[in-house]
């Protein structure tokens, strides 16, 4: 599956594919990045991760496990050898005054961060890469546009 500039939408209109992209992304996304991920309710963001995750397991001969979108807790971290992955999901946040506690870019260069929901935000960190997800005409097709990584 060939991986789209910025300004190209990739098809993630099945699992598979998500599977594939998130395995291309594995290649290309380092700790000290962060990743925001833009999208509907249920149009992919969480799947992406779950894939994303457990291909880093995979690459580092650790077993799969259950990775859940941390909308009632708001933070997911997970630990692969030396790489820390922080999963963010702000959906619940109102207020920009609420990220003041969360320390979502600090400390961050050995690890990777992953910010579902990013639209309250106001500061653009360094090493930003954003994925926008979106549905097609139906809840079917997706797909998404890749900002911030060259190919």
Same mark, same amino acid.
């Given at each position: 599956?060939?991986?789209?500039?910025?300004?190209?939408?990739?098809?993630?209109?099945?699992?598979?594919?998500?599977?594939?992209?998130?395995?291309?992304?594995?290649?290309?996304?380092?700790?000290?990045?962060?990743?925001?991920?833009?999208?509907?309710?249920?149009?992919?963001?969480?799947?992406?991760?779950?894939?994303?995750?457990?291909? #880093?397991?995979?690459?580092?001969?650790?077993?799969?496990?259950?990775?859940? &979108?941390?909308?009632?807790?708001? #933070?997911?971290?997970?630990?692969?050898?030396?790489?820390?992955?922080?999963?963010?999901?702000?959906?619940?946040?109102?207020?920009?005054?609420?990220?003041?506690?969360?320390?979502?870019?600090?400390?961050?260069?050995? &690890?990777?961060?992953?910010?579902?929901?990013?639209?309250?935000?106001?500061?653009?960190?360094?090493? #930003?890469?954003?994925?926008?997800?979106?549905?097609?005409?139906?809840?079917?097709?997706? &797909?998404?546009?890749?900002?911030?990584? &060259?190919?």
């Amino acid at each position: 599956m060939p991986i789209a500039t910025s300004s190209e939408k990739i098809n993630l209109s099945s699992e598979k594919k998500t599977e594939e992209l998130a395995d291309k992304l594995i290649k290309k996304i380092k700790p000290g990045d962060v990743v925001y991920l833009h999208g509907e309710i249920g149009v992919g963001k969480t799947t992406f991760i779950k894939f994303f995750i457990n291909g #880093l397991r995979k690459i580092n001969d650790l077993e799969y496990i259950e990775v859940t &979108s941390p909308t009632f807790n708001i #933070l997911n971290e997970y630990q692969i050898n030396k790489i820390k992955i922080n999963h963010y999901d702000l959906f619940r946040l109102k207020s920009p005054s609420e990220l003041d506690n969360l320390g979502l870019f600090v400390n961050n260069e050995n &690890s990777i961060t992953l910010i579902e929901w990013p639209q309250i935000i106001t500061e653009k960190p360094k090493n #930003l890469i954003e994925l926008k997800f979106e549905y097609g005409k139906d809840h079917e097709t997706r &797909s998404v546009q890749i900002k911030g990584l &060259s190919f």
